[in-house]
């Protein structure tokens, strides 16, 4: 492999890694925060998807306003979810939630089925952006490539400011470490899970509406992001941004450069990198709130 | 001691078996259909079942004189479910008839079921070579095509348009390893080198750094195997790189089968090779395209031919024993000997089970997979490994 392939692999990994980001770190929100196991998170993705997908014939190129469009929609959403569903889990054990979120998992799947059908949907890029540039002799790169990394790196930094610069982001941080100190001080805890819960659905929705020009919309496609988001929670460490960020950027190299290298064996390349780190580290990268 | 009572469980037991089989003449015939309603490939189990029905209703909703009574279940493209999926079908609701499924690993388990306990099992797609090779059996009729045939008749293809250098993609599962094994075996004989093989995890649709390494190597054609979500983001992604400028994506019909709406532009002009093209200008594919548009308000596709054509070689058999299912072995052989008037032209069945039917190169235009010649004619499947 010369050089200039290998920077491009690089660039690959990167914006994979960085797409990867920006779903788990939603389910790295509610998992590490609320202590639910979210088996829905990857419908929550869908669900941006098939919103990007309905919503672009409207908007036509009016790209941010469907994004803005989407994530309110999104946020009212996860609010009402939580309340309706969520908020009878938390002092429940894991089974109970593992089998209502993927009681979730269905109805939203039999929803999409009903609602849109089960044929492949395309979602046109932004005419802005539908463009390429060209990279070595052969190949060109998408602009929307490169711009769904910059989105994901924008949330990423404003994620960062609201968990660490703001007071919100304070009772986040003091809730994932010791939720019973936080309800002693007198914070609404409920309304505060119910934010960090729609904030979450709206994060995977995001992912979901950024990626469905590059992806496509089908059915199923929240299953296989949603096992893959959880590999880079649990390597990240359960409830740490940071951690989700790290996590995901390595399960982007590893991913692409296994594939180029040990093509037979790349299906466990990724899951070889979860037991390495939780050998190394029981509670992955970073711990539990940083 | 009550000596009466052994009597009266012998007549009770003769007059159930007397109504049972007086029951069964005129009862309906169990069909068991085994596809994915849910799932990536849920719009193919759909459709299969409306092609299949749509040949019982011009029937008169009958075949061999029997009333179809359908059983449903949901495999959901699941392996590792497929085993007591097929057995609810087997057991619970005593078919007579099993028909699935879409996804290979899924038909595999169902014919291993259907060998153990003697069921007939028609496959509507699944194309895994080893059901019509190792895993052959008397009982085991598809209707649809190995994997191994599109993709050597692509590779006669490309070798005769006089490319030296080809790579391959798939995903790393039975079905992609089946069709690249074809297309490899075609397009060596023809002259060609396959100069490697890309494949990733089904259903993993992370291709970009697989298509950096493509426009490392510069081959002179790629040929891919995808499907569904899948065919679409591989496809898009390929011309997105702006590969499909310098390097030919050739691939099995399946690539851009049912998919050209959501790949728009960027499947333009590809050639793919397939049993069937939705254009081919014959009076029984006209016919067929009508009258699947009228019932189901929807243009039928090559998944739709496919369960037309195994409700077509379930009525051979059963006409051939008069619809008495129990004449199993003669009901078989009937299935193997009968000629398929298909939508996608006559085709005959092989000793092993699979069709013996032109495999045509299509090319892409607009919405269509357009008709451009017979690529192979008469393929058969070499049904390596089946002793039957």
Redesign the interface.
Known sequence: ??LA?FL??CL??V??GLLLFLVASGLTLIFGIMGVINLAHGSFYMLGAYMAFALSPLFGDWFFARLAVGIVLAVVFGYLLEWAFFSFLYERDHLQQVLMTYALILVF??AR?LLV??????VPAPAWLSG?F?L???????WY?VFSSVACIVVAIGLYAVVNRTRLGMMIRAGASNRDMVRGLGVDIRLLYRIVFAGGVALAALAGMIAAP???V????GG?VLIICFVVVVIGGIGSITGALIASLLVGIV???G??FF??W??VGVYLLMAIVLIWRPEGLMKRGH | MRPQIPFRVAAATLLVAGAGSAFAQGAPLKVGLMLPYTGTFAAIGTTIENGFKLYVQEQGGKLGGREIQYFKVDDESDPSKATDNVNKLIKRDNVDVLVGSVHSGVALAMAKAAKDNNTLLVIPNAGADAITGPMCGANIVRSSFSNWQPGYAMGVVAASKGVKRAMTITWNYAAGNESIKGFTEGFEKGGGKVVKDLNLPFPNVEFQALLTEIAAQKPDAVYAFFAGGGAVKFVKDYAAAGLNKSIPLYGPGFLTDGTLEAQGASAQNMLTTLHYADDLNTPKNNAFRKAYALAYKSQPDVYAVQGYDAAQILGAGLKAVNGDIAKRDQMSAAMRKVTVDSPRGKFTISPAGNPVQDIYLREVKGNNNEFRSVAVKGLSDPARGCKL
Request: no cysteine; glycine share 12%; hydrophobic share 25%.
């Open positions: 492999m010369d392939t491009v692999q690959n990994a914006q994979y799947e039999e089925s059908g089960n044929d492949v949907h395309g390429s060209r070595g002799e052969l190949m060109s790169y998408p490539r590059l992806s496509s089908y059915p199923g496609m296989s991913d692409t450069f594939k180029v093509a037979e790349s299906g």
